[in-house]
């Protein structure tokens, strides 16, 4: 079956083998830290991680091929483990880039009698340190890879290009309406990039940065530019690793699911609600029962909702709380980011067993040291209550602005505190 | 007196006019976001506020003038005030990047007689959106302008530049090595940068972007290209507002100024700090007394440390935190950054009076409250003692990485809480 260049999303005869830039003068040199740029954690997970992730996600692409340095092998093995990445092949990189590439087409190459790979009739060529790229773009760049032979990702240029003369001055700038940045992904037939890796010299082996160019230098192909989004920038620099966490804390932050234990309508904690729905604009709030059997709140998991607010009504106790605690242990939702819970109680502070029912809620200490062990960021919110309608709502508000922070900033420094609204 | 290119950071005849990029088909439009990008809000103060900030802070620049669009004028005025700026002229900017910076020119010259500046022997010219621009650079630019006519800050190319055909396939792609990404800031000697825009046609102020290509055309000098530092770059997208708010972040938590209140160096308090020193590395952690007089806590403030923890030995009220305040409110040092406050308490919970010192300290809510108005954010940290030892360095090692959460994130969302160890 061959798609034709307008086919949707459909199961294509796709292998990827994904380029790490792994050759680095000194390892991670201009990001500022010691560790190689795509091992870097956000949000404590290795960056490469999450550029797995998102191939991965893309159910047509069939192998993923990844190049890895000897001395990073055992560590890329513990992360495709402990992610618990599928559909991965690892080989040795090479000393450059186009090295590291070669190695990867040569695993998909049918001569190679000893691999479980086969050739395939498209290939991806990725950055490891490119962790947003979508299908979308992907499919653009294989459909117009199938019509031209290659194809590849391109961005506007930021910043005038200049051409230096020797002596450090300037020789002349490039009109910047006329030129453009090549970013990844890229995609070829496979016969015409592997040719063109077998035909090129030792020199582009070693000081080449562009397979379009060799693909047009040896296979004559001019490869189709695709306009890609912003998000596929190469993150480089360490800046680039805080742009990466921000980006994802907010993708994750965008769904928050309130689990109620009344349905009273009239009930403060739907004023609670009410307020988080129109204080975090386009945040979706959606609304999860724990029983009968809980199938709508395992439903919201099944969709990947990474933050949850557990209203517990005049109960100062974690029963609630810990049921979905338990939920969401067994759906391992947290292996791939932290989920923030916060257990939100409406507490008379001046109730006389207010003593006791402290000393239940300092136990949610205990409970968030527990699950944080599995990547779950439990805090607890109280509300006093009742008091009077005015001083109320300014309470439900700062509540909805401790929700939105703790969601939002997902830092494990403050799990098992009881805050205060 | 004419410094040589070799000579130190000394007061330069200097003006500068800084070009406000204001001409976006739709403003803010490859941010995603509605605000023109150097109005965007970091930290909740406007970009370009940063971007004078840093250019003020260079003794030697004499003259700051902006160009700004009719619509905006406002907002910048109230920005300058607000944030209480020096030295900033106003001038109305153009249609395109090269016509404001002529009329920034213009209001530099001598032949404007109604204009309170006079001509430089050389100006700079920089972007509102690069706010980390360090006096460093600016002094190596005017320096080699001096020399050469002409100078400007450069990077290596991070992606490949590629030329497409007009059918949007490859035509050829540029040899990184032999290409940089022209940045800012740029220095010229003024005669040659205010004569090449005078001389250069329409063509050139509507659709050029190169400063240093119109001071080669038109003035004939090649300038001299300076290799800048990454954090020179250019704030164009939403996650570069990210990295940048990330980078601010990080730059004022630097400095840490423990207050305490007992000078027994065995007390409990010093642990703490101890702690601190060993678990935040790269921060400096320096001690500052209230009394007498608060002299060197004076000399902190005036260092610019934006986190101080004031520890309270037995004393579960807000005396010693109130003096810190006050001293805190007098000095301004909030206008710019937001200043955290950490009132660490050592308390025995179960000692009978313990409800009256929470009583106390819940007013903590209240002071958050009013200094949050002044841009202080403060919050409180209990800390149960005495306790057993293993227990108590468990407890000091936790409140150690709330007091490192509050102070890296920095989020107005906390204030008022008294957060437990």
Redesign the interface.
């Known amino acids: 079956m061959e798609p034709g260049p307008a086919a949707a999303p459909a199961p294509l005869p796709l292998r990827l083998p994904l380029r790490l830039p792994l050759r680095l003068p000194l390892p991670g040199e201009?990001m500022g830290v010691p560790t190689p740029k795509q091992f870097c954690p956000v949000l404590e997970r290795p960056l490469i991680s999450y550029t797995l992730q998102a191939l991965e996600s893309v159910c047509w692409i069939k192998d993923i091929v990844v190049a890895v340095t000897g001395e990073n092998m055992e560590a890329m093995k513990g992360i495709i483990q402990k992610y618990q990445h599928q559909r991965i092949s690892l080989v040795a990189a090479g000393v450059t880039r186009h090295r590291s590439i070669f190695n990867g087409l040569k695993a998909l190459a049918e001569d190679q009698p000893d691999s479980k790979l086969s050739k395939p009739e498209v290939v991806i060529i990725h950055d490891a340190v490119r962790p947003f790229v979508e299908e979308d773009v992907l499919l653009k760049v294989v459909t117009a890879a199938k019509e031209?032979g290659?194809a590849?990702a391109?961005?506007p240029?930021?910043?005038?290009?200049?051409?230096?003369?020797a002596d450090?001055?300037?020789?002349?700038?490039?009109d910047?309406?006329?030129?453009?940045?090549?970013?990844m992904p890229q995609a070829f037939l496979f016969d015409v990039i592997y040719e063109a890796y077998q035909q090129c010299s030792d020199y582009d082996l070693e000081?080449g940065?562009?397979c379009?160019?060799l693909a047009?230098k040896y296979g004559h192909v001019?490869?189709?530019?695709v306009e890609g989004s912003?998000?596929l920038?190469?993150v480089?620099?360490k800046?680039?690793l805080?742009?990466?966490?921000?980006?994802i804390k907010e993708r994750i932050s965008q769904h928050i699911c309130i689990v109620m234990d009344t349905k009273d309508e009239n009930h403060v904690g739907h004023h609670l609600e009410e307020i988080l729905k129109n204080e975090l604009n386009h945040v979706k709030v959606t609304s999860g029962a724990l029983c009968p059997a809980g199938r709508d709140l395992e439903q919201i998991i099944l969709e990947q909702c990474y933050s949850y607010v557990c209203v517990n009504v005049m109960s100062p106790d974690f029963e609630k709380t810990r049921r979905l605690l338990n939920m969401l242990e067994e759906s391992n939702l947290s292996i791939l980011y932290p989920v923030v819970v916060i257990s939100v109680y409406f507490l008379d502070y001046k109730s006389v067993p207010f003593d006791q029912k402290m000393e239940n809620l300092m136990q949610i200490?205990e409970y968030a040291k527990e699950v944080k062990k599995i990547n779950i960021l439990l805090c607890g919110l109280l509300i006093y209550y009742p008091q009077e309608e005015q001083n109320l709502q300014a309470s439900l508000r700062q509540g909805a602005?401790?929700i939105?922070?703790l969601i939002k900033?997902r830092?494990s420094?403050?799990v098992g505190?009881?805050?205060?609204a």
Chains 1, 2 share one sequence.
């Open positions: 201009r031209h290659a590849g391109i961005r240029l930021v910043s005038t290009v200049i051409s230096p003369s450090g001055c300037l020789d002349h700038s490039l910047r309406a006329r030129h453009r940045a090549s970013e000081f940065t562009e379009l160019q047009l001019h490869a189709k530019l912003p998000d920038w190469k480089t620099y800046r680039d805080y742009a990466a966490e921000s980006i200490k602005t401790i939105a922070t900033e830092n420094g403050l505190q009881l805050l205060v």
